[in-house]
Protein backbone atom coordinates (compact mmCIF):
# COMPACT_ATOMS: atom_id res chain seq x y z
CA UNK A 1 0.00 0.00 0.00
CA UNK A 2 0.97 3.84 -1.08
CA UNK A 3 1.10 4.91 2.57
CA UNK A 4 1.44 1.95 4.66
CA UNK A 5 4.81 3.30 6.36
CA UNK A 6 2.92 6.17 7.01
CA UNK A 7 -0.29 5.00 8.56
CA UNK A 8 1.16 2.69 10.86
CA UNK A 9 2.62 5.57 12.53
CA UNK A 10 -0.59 7.76 12.35
CA UNK A 11 -3.62 5.46 11.64
CA UNK A 12 -5.85 4.50 8.56
CA UNK A 13 -8.86 6.94 10.04
CA UNK A 14 -5.92 9.70 10.13
CA UNK A 15 -4.53 8.82 6.94
CA UNK A 16 -8.21 9.22 5.32
CA UNK A 17 -8.54 12.34 6.66
CA UNK A 18 -4.97 13.53 4.77
CA UNK A 19 -6.42 12.18 1.53
CA UNK A 20 -9.48 14.29 2.07
CA UNK A 21 -8.02 17.83 2.40
CA UNK A 22 -6.36 20.45 0.42
CA UNK A 23 -3.47 22.41 1.61
CA UNK A 24 -3.13 25.46 -0.51
CA UNK A 25 0.93 26.35 -0.66
CA UNK A 26 1.55 29.58 -1.79
CA UNK A 27 5.07 30.36 -2.50
CA UNK A 28 6.61 27.61 -4.89
CA UNK A 29 10.02 28.44 -3.56
CA UNK A 30 12.13 26.63 -0.90
CA UNK A 31 9.67 26.12 1.70
CA UNK A 32 6.82 25.77 -0.49
CA UNK A 33 9.03 22.49 -2.64
CA UNK A 34 9.93 21.00 0.52
CA UNK A 35 6.23 21.50 1.61
CA UNK A 36 4.52 20.60 -1.43
CA UNK A 37 6.90 17.12 -1.99
CA UNK A 38 5.98 16.22 1.50
CA UNK A 39 1.97 16.91 1.28
CA UNK A 40 1.97 15.07 -2.03
CA UNK A 41 3.64 11.97 -0.90
CA UNK A 42 1.21 12.09 2.26
CA UNK A 43 -2.02 12.02 -0.22
CA UNK A 44 -2.60 15.38 0.12
CA UNK A 45 -4.66 17.77 -2.46
CA UNK A 46 -2.99 20.51 -3.16
CA UNK A 47 -3.08 23.94 -4.29
CA UNK A 48 -0.13 25.68 -5.72
CA UNK A 49 0.49 29.50 -5.79
CA UNK A 50 3.55 31.11 -7.41
CA UNK A 51 4.42 33.84 -10.37
CA UNK A 52 7.75 32.93 -10.54
CA UNK A 53 10.11 30.70 -13.22
CA UNK A 54 13.12 29.03 -12.01
CA UNK A 55 16.17 30.80 -12.36
CA UNK A 56 19.64 30.00 -11.82
CA UNK A 57 20.11 30.65 -8.10
CA UNK A 58 16.92 28.57 -7.25
CA UNK A 59 19.00 25.66 -7.82
CA UNK A 60 20.64 24.92 -4.63
CA UNK A 61 17.71 25.18 -2.06
CA UNK A 62 14.59 24.50 -4.33
CA UNK A 63 14.24 20.70 -4.64
CA UNK A 64 11.34 20.18 -7.40
CA UNK A 65 13.63 21.66 -9.87
CA UNK A 66 17.05 21.32 -12.11
CA UNK A 67 18.86 23.02 -14.45
CA UNK A 68 16.46 21.71 -17.31
CA UNK A 69 13.68 23.95 -16.05
CA UNK A 70 15.83 27.47 -15.85
CA UNK A 71 13.12 29.92 -17.09
CA UNK A 72 10.16 27.61 -16.97
CA UNK A 73 6.88 28.36 -14.71
CA UNK A 74 7.52 27.43 -11.22
CA UNK A 75 3.87 26.02 -10.70
CA UNK A 76 4.06 24.35 -14.02
CA UNK A 77 7.48 22.19 -12.87
CA UNK A 78 6.12 21.85 -9.56
CA UNK A 79 2.58 20.24 -10.74
CA UNK A 80 4.76 18.19 -13.24
CA UNK A 81 6.77 16.47 -10.84
CA UNK A 82 4.18 15.91 -8.26
CA UNK A 83 1.75 14.22 -10.03
CA UNK A 84 4.56 11.46 -11.08
CA UNK A 85 5.62 11.59 -7.71
CA UNK A 86 1.90 10.66 -6.98
CA UNK A 87 -0.57 10.37 -9.04
CA UNK A 88 -3.68 9.55 -6.81
CA UNK A 89 -4.04 13.38 -5.65
CA UNK A 90 -5.52 16.59 -7.08
CA UNK A 91 -3.32 19.31 -7.71
CA UNK A 92 -4.32 22.82 -8.80
CA UNK A 93 -2.12 25.76 -9.99
CA UNK A 94 -2.17 29.00 -10.44
CA UNK A 95 0.30 31.49 -12.03
CA UNK A 96 -0.49 34.32 -10.39
CA UNK A 97 0.62 36.84 -8.14
CA UNK A 98 -1.67 36.74 -5.47
CA UNK A 99 -3.75 39.72 -4.60
CA UNK A 100 -7.03 40.93 -2.27
CA UNK A 101 -8.56 40.45 -5.76
CA UNK A 102 -8.18 36.86 -6.83
CA UNK A 103 -7.38 35.65 -3.01
CA UNK A 104 -10.59 33.78 -3.02
CA UNK A 105 -9.91 31.06 -4.65
CA UNK A 106 -8.52 30.36 -1.34
CA UNK A 107 -11.75 29.92 0.12
CA UNK A 108 -11.92 25.98 -0.84
CA UNK A 109 -8.88 24.82 1.05
CA UNK A 110 -9.02 23.15 4.21
CA UNK A 111 -5.36 24.77 5.16
CA UNK A 112 -2.67 27.58 3.84
CA UNK A 113 0.85 26.96 4.18
CA UNK A 114 2.50 30.52 4.03
CA UNK A 115 5.86 29.83 2.25
CA UNK A 116 6.54 33.40 0.60
CA UNK A 117 9.06 35.88 1.40
CA UNK A 118 7.26 39.22 0.73
CA UNK A 119 5.90 40.84 3.93
CA UNK A 120 2.79 42.02 1.48
CA UNK A 121 1.76 38.87 0.71
CA UNK A 122 2.04 37.56 4.13
CA UNK A 123 -0.15 40.10 5.36
CA UNK A 124 -2.57 39.77 2.94
CA UNK A 125 -2.98 35.55 3.96
CA UNK A 126 -3.27 36.28 7.59
CA UNK A 127 -5.84 39.21 7.06
CA UNK A 128 -7.76 36.24 4.90
CA UNK A 129 -7.25 33.62 6.78
CA UNK A 130 -8.15 35.25 10.07
CA UNK A 131 -11.41 36.68 8.25
CA UNK A 132 -12.40 33.07 6.48
CA UNK A 133 -11.23 31.02 9.87
CA UNK A 134 -9.03 29.40 7.70
CA UNK A 135 -5.89 27.86 9.20
CA UNK A 136 -2.58 29.11 8.11
CA UNK A 137 1.06 27.88 8.53
CA UNK A 138 3.23 30.67 8.18
CA UNK A 139 6.86 29.91 7.81
CA UNK A 140 10.01 32.44 6.88
CA UNK A 141 14.14 31.15 6.53
CA UNK A 142 16.79 33.92 5.73
CA UNK A 143 20.76 33.02 6.49
CA UNK A 144 20.93 31.02 9.42
CA UNK A 145 17.32 31.23 11.05
CA UNK A 146 13.74 30.23 10.47
CA UNK A 147 10.07 30.66 11.75
CA UNK A 148 7.17 28.68 11.70
CA UNK A 149 3.70 30.05 13.41
CA UNK A 150 0.09 28.42 13.18
CA UNK A 151 -2.80 31.59 13.14
CA UNK A 152 -6.03 29.56 13.91
CA UNK A 153 -9.51 31.27 15.28
CA UNK A 154 -9.30 32.97 18.74
CA UNK A 155 -5.48 32.68 18.76
CA UNK A 156 -2.32 35.40 17.99
CA UNK A 157 -2.21 36.12 14.55
CA UNK A 158 0.86 37.53 12.21
CA UNK A 159 -0.16 40.90 12.76
CA UNK A 160 0.18 40.74 16.79
CA UNK A 161 4.10 40.12 16.72
CA UNK A 162 5.03 41.60 12.95
CA UNK A 163 2.58 44.82 12.76
CA UNK A 164 3.95 47.65 11.76
CA UNK A 165 7.23 46.05 10.45
CA UNK A 166 7.97 47.66 6.94
CA UNK A 167 10.27 44.86 5.58
CA UNK A 168 11.34 41.77 5.80
CA UNK A 169 14.82 40.13 4.95
CA UNK A 170 14.31 37.91 1.93
CA UNK A 171 16.43 35.39 0.63
CA UNK A 172 17.76 37.20 -2.44
CA UNK A 173 18.89 39.75 0.04
CA UNK A 174 20.56 37.69 2.82
CA UNK A 175 21.04 34.74 1.66
CA UNK A 176 19.67 31.01 2.74
CA UNK A 177 21.08 27.84 3.80
CA UNK A 178 19.75 24.59 2.11
CA UNK A 179 19.13 22.70 4.51
CA UNK A 180 17.08 25.09 6.70
CA UNK A 181 14.65 25.86 4.72
CA UNK A 182 14.14 21.93 4.38
CA UNK A 183 13.73 22.00 8.17
CA UNK A 184 11.40 24.94 8.29
CA UNK A 185 8.98 23.93 5.40
CA UNK A 186 9.14 20.41 7.06
CA UNK A 187 7.96 21.80 10.29
CA UNK A 188 5.60 23.61 8.41
CA UNK A 189 4.11 20.29 7.41
CA UNK A 190 4.19 18.86 10.51
CA UNK A 191 1.97 21.48 12.05
CA UNK A 192 -0.18 21.74 8.85
CA UNK A 193 -0.96 17.65 9.68
CA UNK A 194 -1.65 18.01 13.29
CA UNK A 195 -3.87 20.67 12.38
CA UNK A 196 -5.79 19.09 10.03
CA UNK A 197 -5.93 15.94 12.56
CA UNK A 198 -7.43 17.93 15.17
CA UNK A 199 -4.58 17.13 17.07
CA UNK A 200 -2.27 19.39 19.38
CA UNK A 201 -0.36 21.72 17.46
CA UNK A 202 2.23 24.14 18.47
CA UNK A 203 0.70 27.54 19.84
CA UNK A 204 3.93 29.34 20.29
CA UNK A 205 6.27 30.71 17.68
CA UNK A 206 9.14 27.88 16.75
CA UNK A 207 12.52 29.49 16.00
CA UNK A 208 15.16 26.93 14.17
CA UNK A 209 19.05 28.34 14.74
CA UNK A 210 21.03 25.84 11.90
CA UNK A 211 24.21 27.20 13.14
CA UNK A 212 23.33 26.10 16.66
CA UNK A 213 21.24 22.97 15.43
CA UNK A 214 18.92 24.74 18.28
CA UNK A 215 14.52 25.05 18.18
CA UNK A 216 13.30 27.12 20.94
CA UNK A 217 9.65 28.44 21.42
CA UNK A 218 8.63 32.18 22.17
CA UNK A 219 5.40 33.01 23.48
CA UNK A 220 3.34 35.48 21.46
CA UNK A 221 0.49 37.40 22.86
CA UNK A 222 -2.93 38.18 21.23
CA UNK A 223 -3.15 41.87 20.90
CA UNK A 224 -6.43 43.31 22.64
CA UNK A 225 -6.47 45.78 19.88
CA UNK A 226 -4.95 44.12 16.47
CA UNK A 227 -7.05 45.70 13.93
CA UNK A 228 -6.99 41.97 12.57
CA UNK A 229 -8.08 39.34 14.86
CA UNK A 230 -9.48 41.63 17.63
CA UNK A 231 -12.75 39.92 18.84
CA UNK A 232 -15.87 41.77 18.34
Known amino acids: ?????????????????????????????????????????????????????VSVSDLHRQILFDEKDIGSKKVDIAKSRLEKINSDIKIDMYNIDLSSENIKILERCDLILDCTDNLETKFLLNDFAVENKIPLVHGSATKDKGYVFNILPGRPCLNCFLGG????????????????TNVIGSLQVSQAFKILLKENYEKDLIRFDADKIEISKIKVNKKKDCSVCKEP
Open 1 to 53: MKYSRHQSVIGKEAQKKLMDSSVAVVGVGALGCVAANLLARSGVNLILIDKDV
Open 165 to 180: SKSLMTCSSAGVLNYL
